[in-house]
Nanobody, 124 residues
């Protein structure tokens, strides 16, 4: 069982930056895909960015060029650096770990098993 704890959410003005961190209770590298997902008001939960077992990163088109993801393999911490934030980025951000059934589903929430409690990001 993997426990995930997110931190770093908050409120920021449009154009600002935030850095989210996800600390995992178990060693992840080489065992699980791990990623960031978000629930924006009025929309289904969507994938934002993920790191696969080989440490390759996948970024959603909606945030590409603004968000980057990185995995600290020693300390089991997944960071999401969010720059040039927009009001439409407002939502609850979740960290998750799992095993997507294919590389095409790396950003599919339904393919992830372990979830953190979420952290609120508000952009005004």
């Amino acid at each position: 069982h993997v426990q995930l704890v997110e931190s770093g959410g908050g409120s920021v003005q449009a154009g600002g930056s935030l850095r989210l961190s996800c600390t995992a209770s178990a060693y992840l590298h080489g065992r699980h895909f791990i990623g960031w997902f978000r629930e924006v008001p009025g929309k289904e939960r969507e994938g934002v960015a993920a790191v696969d077992i080989d440490n390759s990163t996948v970024i959603a088109k909606s945030v590409k060029g603004r968000f980057t993801v990185s995995l600290d393999q020693v300390n089991n911490i997944l960071d999401l650096q969010m720059n040039n934030l927009k009001p439409e980025d407002t939502g609850v951000y979740y960290c998750a770990a799992g095993h997507p059934s294919s590389l095409y589903r790396v950003l599919s929430p339904s393919d992830y098993t372990y979830w953190g409690q979420g952290t609120q990001v508000t952009v005004s």
